[in-house]
């Protein structure tokens, strides 16, 4: 739940960087709280193209995003997944985003969420997107298949609190 409005503010950023020239373009003039433009430029420059322990076929999408790292899918795979995301030399989750309606009814993601090979699951977190976000405009399910610990990943990309940023 707390994911929704970073993951609609990433969005909007992804669209406003894919009209520009670059996407190191300059930030916005009004970040959500808590978000300063060194966090903007780091998520909107796109992680290692092919990063160790990922399949080889995958590209990267977003750039460093704390609590979170980067992510990576196939391209005719996103934004639905597999999403892999990945930190620092090893990849760290597997991702999907499910329609509302179908988790409700009862449909399985188990082919598709599950760990990479020489991995397994630490734990999963489900955030209920209930406006969706441009990526993906309908209610629906981010689900997380976390390969490590919550204390290591609430310090991905220099977010040095631990905590939960105020514009996650």
């Known amino acids: 739940m707390y994911r929704h409005s970073f993951v609609f503010a990433c969005s909007v ?4 960087g894919a009209t520009s020239a670059s996407l190191m373009a300059d930030a916005p003039q009004k970040l959500p709280p808590g978000m300063t433009p060194a966090i903007f430029k780091m998520i909107m420059t796109p992680g290692p193209k092919h990063p160790a322990g990922l399949p080889p076929d995958v590209k990267p999408y977003l750039g460093c995003i704390p609590t979170m790292g980067y992510h990576y899918a196939r391209p005719q795979d996103w934004p639905f997944g597999p999403i892999y995301g990945w930190y620092k030399g090893k990849p760290t989750f597997t991702e999907v985003m499910v329609d509302a309606k ?14 990479l090979p020489g991995y397994k699951i630490d734990h999963v977190d489900i955030w209920y997107e ?14 997380h298949a976390w390969y490590i610990p919550r204390s290591e990943y609430m310090y991905f ?7 939960r940023p105020a514009f996650l």
């Open 13 to 16: 950023f992804l669209l406003i």
């Open 102 to 115: 179908l988790f409700k009814a009862g449909k399985s993601w188990n082919e598709v969420l599950k760990p």
């Open 130 to 143: 209930a406006h969706g976000h441009p990526a993906y405009e309908i209610p629906h399910y981010d689900i």
């Open 157 to 163: 990309c220099n977010n040095t609190s631990g905590k």
